[in-house]
């Protein structure tokens, strides 16, 4: 098994599809965007995350892992996070958490971008969409390694 593929089998954590706006995709996969905002995460540790881009893309594009997650009151994960590459501004954050007592700020490292992006149904049976995020099985995650060590990836 390659390094590349190494990366992608949990490692004392779970692997994740996330939906994500195609610009904050992009953002993610360049490295200026360290931190995913999220107002709901993962009741299991995740460690590999495969960013789905939504529509007009509609594709994995690549995959980072997770360095930590923080959960704190939406002033404090300003705070803590702004600095750190959010990719929002404190209004869009703000405006995101409204309602919310606490959010998660996922911190991101080691992205890699698909040199083309995968089709989710060769991954998933009855791919649809997550709202947020979708475990993937040990088998997803077997097929996820498969096609992207058939497929150029660069970082």
């Not at 195609?22 to 299991?44: C, D, M, N």
């Not at 529509?55 to 980072?64: E, F, N, T």
């Not at 501004?89 to 971008?113: I, M, N």
């Amino acid at each position: 098994m390659t390094n590349s593929l190494k990366s992608l089998m949990p490692q004392g954590g779970r692997s994740i599809v996330l939906s994500v706006k195609p610009q904050y995709a992009e953002l993610i996969l360049a490295g200026s965007k360290t931190v995913e905002f999220r107002r709901v995460w993962a009741v299991h540790k995740v460690d590999t995350i495969a960013i789905y881009a939504s529509s007009p893309i509609q594709k994995l594009v690549g995959v980072v892992k997770v360095a930590e997650v923080v959960r704190a009151k939406p002033e404090t994960l300003w705070s803590y996070c702004s600095k750190r590459g959010g990719g929002l501004s404190k209004a869009e954050l703000l405006a995101y958490l409204f309602g919310k007592d606490a959010g998660f700020a996922v911190l991101l490292t080691g992205a890699r971008r698909f040199s083309q992006g995968v089709a989710p149904k060769k991954v998933i049976k009855n791919f649809s969409p997550p709202q947020s995020f979708r475990y993937l099985t040990q088998s997803e995650a077997h097929k996820l390694e498969q096609l992207i060590s058939q497929e150029k990836v660069r970082r």
